[in-house]
């Protein structure tokens, strides 16, 4: 069944997905590993929850699309409590995504998904998939609204993927150290760092240095 999930990515703008159980955790991923398995764990309950709210109103529920600027989620459930979903670029071919949901749901039914995660996916252990989220501390409003317009224009360089690597990031320079403003090229270094192309890190600069500029002034 692995295979099947790996064929979703075939579909032009799928980057990947992933199956998640509300009690074990993820499952099992193809997605780039900057995803990571908190993360999709964590998604994967938020949209399990919604399951639930959403059957009391619709009894044939079947798939749950999240739209946003830089991507796309679109969720399956394949059994209560697990549920398979991909993360897609805006312009993805939904209706070659719901047929390959179909036939991977009808997999599931027969029994040959969980023989095929236990031979070919990497165990998740129970204790990573829950693991706590990074040291939260407290983010200045004025600089809030600096990084919420980083975070965008950093979707005009990397596209969908634009949105999940700056949270990576940004949680990580938070865990460095006070998250303030005389910090703030550490956090564009880092950036640079997974933007990996001089040419785009010139042109981020560029995006970014007005939003830089009026912030400074106030």
């Not at 990074?134 to 004025?142: M, V």
């Not at 969908?160 to 865990?175: L, T």
């Amino acid at each position: 069944m692995l295979h099947l999930i790996d064929e979703l990515k075939v579909i032009p703008g799928v980057m990947g997905a992933c199956i998640v159980n509300s009690q074990a955790g993820l499952k099992v991923t193809n997605l780039p590993a900057v995803f990571r398995p908190e993360r999709l764990t964590l998604v994967g309950k938020h949209l399990l929850k919604l399951y639930s709210v959403g059957r009391m109103s619709f009894d044939d529920l079947t798939d749950i699309t999240l739209n946003y600027d830089e991507s796309v989620v679109v969720a399956r459930e394949l059994e209560k409590n697990t549920l398979i979903f991909a993360i897609c670029d805006p312009t993805f071919n939904q209706n070659l995504l719901t047929m390959s949901f179909n036939l991977l749901h009808e997999e599931f039914k027969l029994g040959n998904f969980t023989e095929t995660v236990a031979e070919t996916a990497a165990p998740v252990e129970a204790e990573s998939a829950i693991s706590l989220p990074p040291i939260e501390r407290a983010i200045d409003g004025s600089l809030q609204n600096l990084l919420a317009e980083m975070k965008a224009l950093l979707g005009e360089i990397l596209g969908p993927m634009a949105g999940f690597v700056f949270d990576e990031v940004k949680d990580d320079w938070v865990e460095q150290g006070a998250p303030d403003f005389s910090r703030i090229e550490e956090l564009i270094e880092q950036l640079n760092q997974e933007i990996d192309d001089q040419d785009k890190i010139d042109k981020y600069r560029q995006l970014i240095s007005s939003a830089i500029d009026g912030f400074q002034k106030g």
